[in-house]
């Protein structure tokens, strides 16, 4: 067993934070950190980890290759961050409420000849199921590069005619660099609806 959970440890006391702090940022409970890092339990899963690494404040991908997860013989760390940092942006820029349109998830599916037969399912595939076939796998970074180059090409098509209505539906939208909050959302969207009634 790695010693995952010392590394964790190690990290948070060097910045001084207690575990009730890595919990209240990375939104997860001090006492399941608290096991991590005692390895009272397996190494989490990836979307655990990014929880772990904004709680610790450090890059998602310094705890993926700490965990196990990146393997860095094909490229080195900075270019993993930049890929993972990529696809996540990318990956948002498709997604609305954490899921792909039908017409998305279509033409993400049409991309499956080019990668190996990874985009082959039966189900709907969501960003969290790319992010989890590539975060617990080692893929060429050749393959992801060409990956994100896609979804961009995909996001590009599809931002073409991109309706308001879903647009506001996202989470984290601001305007000069403020958030919009639930209450200010639904007054936008109350005046669009009267602009556009019949």
């Known amino acids: 067993m790695s010693d995952f959970g010392g590394k964790i440890r190690k990290i948070r006391t060097d910045k001084k934070l207690s575990l009730k702090d890595v919990a209240k940022l990375g939104n997860l409970s001090h006492p399941y950190i608290s096991q991590i ?4 339990r397996n190494t989490p899963k990836p979307e655990i ?3 772990l690494a904004k709680g610790l404040g450090v890059p998602y991908n310094k705890l993926l290759k700490e965990a196990g ?3 860095t013989s094909d490229v080195d760390l900075e270019m993993q961050e930049w890929f993972y940092s990529n696809l996540d942006e990318v990956l948002n820029e498709l997604t609305i409420n954490d899921d792909f349109s039908d017409v998305i998830n279509d033409d ?3 991309l499956e000849k080019d990668y190996d037969n990874l985009l082959e399912v039966d189900e709907k595939i969501t960003p969290k199921w790319i992010r989890d076939q ?5 893929y060429r ?3 992801v590069l060409n990956l994100i180059g896609d979804l961009r090409k995909i996001s590009k098509k599809h931002n073409l005619h991109l309706d308001l209505n879903i647009f506001l539906s996202k989470d984290n939208i601001t305007y000069k660099g403020k958030s919009i909050s639930i209450k200010q959302n639904k ?3 109350s005046y669009i609806e009267a602009l556009f009634s019949d």
Do not use: A
């Open 141 to 143: 970074s050749e393959w």
């Open 187 to 189: 007054l936008i969207n």
């Open 49 to 51: 980890i990014k929880k």
């Open 134 to 138: 590539i975060s617990n796998s080692t």
């Open 108 to 110: 993400i599916k049409q």
């Open 69 to 71: 997860y990146i393997d």
């Open 37 to 40: 890092e005692n390895n009272k």
